[in-house]
């Protein structure tokens, strides 16, 4: 009977149970991820679906406006497949380059070692510093801005009067709404430890909307009623101030893919620049590279 009485796993016994699971769960993450890509490239893995496949991934800022245009691209074209994804600027930067997507989506302008890509400017952007609506400020600096977001101002008190701690809300490293806030705002200057790092630009207003002591920024395409704008230096943002180049907080909407565009990705890009994407730019709060005539990419 001894022998048939229960005895505890040993800890070598442990340790080969979890490196077997542990590699089960990497072999099937694998399989997945295959079969994800397999439907991304291969549209006639899909059932019912007939045509070619395009993959559009990166900016966060730029997908919610990209989907749209797909919904009406594939509309117009029966068969046809646009799949757009986001991941950030940098990572479709990245996408394009490795042929992981046929074009890459960017809301900041490219560094050095990335312009050997071809970029399309197919919008401009605002990017807007947004408080809670019942926030009684209006107006703030680029001094001021800078300074909360390096951490230097941490109370509302010399800004609107109010003794509350401020909330400082910020995109992730590699964003391009990070990116550009960095470059046109912060220079060499790092950003605050203590802010709170969200991934989307939806995630970033629907914080500030939740908290009146929070402050934080995102496309101005995406600002809607449940968050305010503040003028800066005195200029609201506004599609008038920003083609008027008064508003500073500016970045380009870029289209990327490396080499000159061809078939569907060409298509797609020319689709993005007609009259009719143009003005459902305008409508959506982005302003268009062209009302008329189309310009040309450059590299």
């Known amino acids: ?12 016994a442990k340790a080969s149970r979890l490196k077997s699971s542990a590699s089960f769960c990497r072999l099937f993450s694998f399989l997945v991820l295959t079969l994800l890509l397999a439907l991304a490239f291969f549209p006639s893995c899909r059932p019912g679906r007939r045509g070619h496949s395009l993959v559009v991934a990166g900016s966060t800022s730029i997908q919610p406006f990209a989907d749209k245009w797909a919904e009406v691209f594939m509309e117009k074209r029966p068969g046809e497949i646009v799949d757009v994804q986001g991941g950030g600027s940098s990572a479709g930067i990245q996408a394009v380059g490795t042929g992981a997507a046929h ?12 312009k050997e890509l071809y970029q399309i400017e197919v919008a ?17 600096t680029i001094e001021q801005v800078k300074s909360i977001f ?25 964003s391009g709404t ?9 220079g060499k200057s790092r950003i ?6 969200q991934d989307s630009n939806g995630t970033v207003r629907e914080i500030v909307s939740r908290d009146p002591n929070a402050i934080g920024f995102i496309s101005l395409g995406l600002v809607n009623e449940s968050v305010k704008a503040l003028a ?5 943002p506004t599609e008038e101030a920003i083609l008027k180049k008064e508003y500073r907080l500016v970045r380009p909407f870029l289209f990327l893919t490396k080499e000159v565009p061809t078939g569907l ?14 003005e459902l730019i305008l409508k959506e709060g982005l302003i268009p590279v062209r009302r008329v005539s189309r310009p040309e990419g450059s590299r």
């Open 192 to 197: 605050t430890k203590k802010a709170i790092v």
């Open 124 to 140: 401009h952007d605002g990017l807007a510093i947004i408080v809670h609506p019942r926030n009684p400020l209006d107006n703030i």
């Open 103 to 114: 074009i890459g989506m960017s809301s900041r302008e490219l560094k050095d070692d990335e």
């Open 150 to 174: 390096l951490g230097e101002i941490t109370t509302w008190e010399s800004l609107n009067g109010q003794q509350k701690a401020i909330t400082v809300v910020v995109r992730e490293e590699g």
């Open 265 to 278: 990705a060409k298509e797609f890009i020319d689709f993005v620049l007609s009259d009719e994407i143009q």
């Open 232 to 236: 800066l230096n005195g200029v609201k």
């Open 1 to 12: 009977m001894a022998n048939d009485e229960y005895r505890p796993p040993t800890a070598e």
């Open 178 to 186: 990070r990116g550009a806030f960095q470059e046109l705002v912060m």
